[in-house]
C-alpha cells in the first residue's frame, strides 16, 4: 500500500501549511507578519524572542484580525506558544513591537523566531493516536482523510471566490453599459435641443426662412 506516498505528494500540494522565520527587531520598532486565511482554520505558532541588550527594553506580541480583534497578546514575550481558531475568512496579523528607552547608545537588535503552522499540519496527531488509541496505519489514515477534506474545502472556496468575481464582472460590465446607453442618449438630447434652439435663433434673426 503506497499510503505514506501519497501523504507525503499531498502535503507537497500545500493543503495545511508550516513555515518558519526570524528577523532583527530593531528598539523601538514594529514589525508584523500578515496572512489570508480560510474560516475555521487552526493555527499554532511558537516564538523565541532574544534578550534585550539594555534594561528596560521589552518586546511585546499581539495577534488580531483585519477588524482589531484581539485573539492573542502578551507583554514582554521571550518565549512561548499561541494557538487559535479563525472565525471568517479575513486577514490576520502577528506584530511584534519593542518598547522602551535604550538610551543614548546603540544595542543590538534583537532576534525574533518564529514558527507558524495551520490547517492539517497545526493538529497533533500524536496526541489524537494516544487519545483514541489509534494504531500508526490508522493515523495516517486520518491525516489523509483530513488533508483530503482540506483539499475540498479549498476547492471549494476557490470556486465561491470564482462565481463571485464573475458576477462582480458582470455586475459592472452591466453597469457600464446602462452607463453608455444613458450617455449617448444625453448627448442625442442635447444635440437635439441644440438644433431647434439654433433653428429658433436664426429665424428670430431672420437669418433663414
Known amino acids: 500500500m503506497r499510503l505514506p506516498g501519497l501523504v507525503a505528494l499531498m502535503l507537497a500540494l500545500g493543503v495545511g501549511s508550516c513555515h518558519g522565520l526570524s528577523f532583527h527587531l530593531p528598539p523601538q520598532t ?32 499581539r495577534v488580531t484580525d483585519s477588524s482589531g480583534h484581539t485573539l492573542y497578546s502578551k ?19 502577528i506584530c511584534f513591537e519593542s518598547h522602551g528607552q535604550p538610551g543614548n547608545f546603540r544595542i543590538p537588535d534583537q532576534l ?4 507558524i503552522k495551520h490547517g492539517v ?19 495516517d489514515l486520518r ?7 482540506s483539499i475540498v474545502k479549498d476547492f471549494a472556496f476557490m470556486k465561491q471566490r470564482e462565481e463571485e468575481m464573475r458576477d462582480t464582472n458582470e455586475s459592472t460590465s452591466a453597469r457600464v ?15 437635439t ?6 433653428r429658433r435663433f436664426f429665424k428670430a434673426k431672420k437669418l433663414i426662412e
Open 30 to 61: 514594529r514589525k508584523c507578519l500578515k496572512e489570508e486565511l480560510h474560516r475555521d482554520v487552526m493555527v499554532t505558532g511558537e516564538y523565541e524572542v532574544s534578550e534585550a541588550a539594555a534594561p528596560g527594553v521589552r518586546t511585546d506580541l
Open 75 to 93: 507583554e514582554d514575550s521571550k518565549k512561548g506558544k499561541f494557538a487559535f481558531t479563525t472565525d471568517n475568512y479575513e486577514i490576520y496579523e
Open 112 to 115: 525574533v523566531s518564529l514558527n
Open 121 to 139: 499540519e497545526a493538529r497533533n496527531y500524536d496526541d489524537i493516536a494516544k487519545a483514541e488509541k489509534l494504531k500508526p496505519l490508522e493515523v
Open 143 to 149: 491525516r489523509l482523510e483530513d488533508l483530503s477534506e
Open 177 to 191: 453599459f446602462c452607463f453608455s446607453i444613458f450617455s449617448m442618449l444625453c448627448l442625442v438630447g442635447l444635440a
Open 193 to 198: 435641443w441644440q438644433v431647434f434652439y439654433l
